[in-house]
């Protein structure tokens, strides 16, 4: 079930919708009381009913469904299965990542993570980090995609559906098949299916070739070969419409007990020196990651949040989603005071991408999500001229070196 915490003392956003789309719930509170708006092109949007200043927390959000990523489970980030909460300790965590297995964390007391309270599947032994969360995932979609004894049988097709995504689905990972396959279950497991076809059908509105556009997009080149096959475990139409609806509305999650045990050493009160050293360890601790994981710390996976997928994108935003809990309930902040009437944006760039020119940041939109962006500054921009910016050039040229790489490959291969 969706869970919404209403916040200062009622609904803070309204859900905007043109009559094109389903209507859909913004928070729990009276239906009188809602404020319907309409945007002028006819889409979504989120917008405040009220002041918001800088910081504030706009709404919580569970997501409907939510998955891990498949290489990132399988290189041992280990995670609620249900609610991606990560189930290493901060030690645990640090080991791993830094490859010292030795390293002792000082004030370990500040690590929130229960192994206690794990628990797995009896069946198939998928690991949970509580009791709760197996019970939800057995009852939302577990018990038709629990494979028993035949967790780790190669020849199970859902163990091959995985290979599969994963042979065509390379890190940095953006989905994952399963979420699109828990989707399906929890329509199959559900007693009130049409209840679930509604919840995910506020997320469908794309017509049939723009979702073949997405679906190529999530699964590279192979998609052209390969999609024929991957498709026949479900309906070919209704596997590809999946894809556009998770690719175009499926929100990242990151999950990390080392970052949050980061977080509460910063809060910590210390005398100066002792302030010194903490951080000197923590610098160093990093440094130590960097050089032998890289850039990937978290468990990562991908999610459904209806309030979350309302809101649209702008090259400046006014808020973001961050995941402070070490799971999968997403908190949507103000990064800036928003007057009544306002409309919420997020940035469905990152930092980098958003400092990018205007035409690259075009290029970056129109080719994920299908769009061409007009907030206020790439507006303001409209006169620029429609320059590459030097990052997305150097991208570019390194891409050429690895097409040009592949194919002396598979030149010495062919030989």
Request: glycine share 6%.
């Amino acid at each position: 079930m969706l869970l919404l915490f209403p916040l200062f003392g009622g609904c803070t956003a309204t859900i905007i919708r043109g009559l094109t789309h389903p209507k859909i719930l913004c928070a729990p509170e009276k239906k009188k009381e809602r404020e319907k708006m309409a945007t002028s092109h006819g889409g979504k949007g989120l917008f405040a009913k009220k002041s918001i200043k800088k910081g504030d927390v706009i709404f919580l959000e569970r997501p409907l469904v939510s998955a891990q990523f498949l290489w990132n489970a399988l290189y041992k980030y280990k995670a609620c299965d249900y609610c991606l909460r990560a189930l290493e300790t901060a030690e645990e965590n640090a080991r791993r990542l830094s490859g010292i297995p030795g390293l002792n964390l000082p004030h370990p007391e500040l690590c929130r993570v229960r192994p206690e309270l794990h628990q797995a599947c009896p069946q198939c032994q998928v690991m949970y980090c509580s009791s709760e969360c197996r019970q939800a995932a057995a009852e939302q979609y577990h018990r038709v995609l629990c494979l028993g004894p035949s967790q780790e049988d190669p020849d199970h097709p859902i163990n091959k559906l995985k290979d599969a995504w994963r042979s065509m689905h390379y890190p940095p990972e953006t989905s994952s098949i399963m979420l699109m396959a828990r989707m399906v279950a929890a329509v199959k497991q559900a007693k009130d299916k049409a209840h679930w076809q509604k919840l995910f059908s506020h997320f469908c509105s794309r017509a049939a070739n723009e979702e073949e556009e997405i679906a190529h997009k999530l699964l590279g080149e192979k998609f052209r070969v390969s999609y024929r096959h991957v498709t026949s475990w479900f309906v070919p139409e209704g596997f590809r419409s999946l894809f556009a609806l998770v690719g175009t509305n499926g929100q990242g999650i990151g999950t990390s007990s080392l970052s949050q045990w980061v977080h509460a050493c910063d809060s910590l009160e210390l005398p100066a020196q002792q302030r010194e050293q903490l951080d000197s360890f923590i610098d160093q601790l990093y440094k130590d990651i960097e050089k032998e994981t890289g850039d990937f710390l978290n468990c990562e996976g991908s999610g459904l949040f209806l309030l979350q997928s309302s809101c649209n994108h702008s090259c400046i935003p006014n808020a973001e989603a961050s995941f402070p809990e070490n799971n999968f309930l997403l908190q949507l902040s103000a990064l800036s005071d928003i007057s009544p009437g306002e409309e919420i944006c997020i940035s469905y760039l990152d930092c980098c991408q958003r400092d990018r020119s205007r035409h690259s940041r075009h290029k970056i939109l129109r080719e994920n999500y299908l769009f061409v962006c007009s907030c206020p500054k790439c507006v303001s921009q409209m006169d620029e001229l429609d320059a590459t910016s030097e990052e997305e050039e150097e991208e570019e040229g390194e891409a050429e070196g690895e097409t040009e790489g592949d194919e002396m490959e598979d030149e010495m291969t062919d030989v």
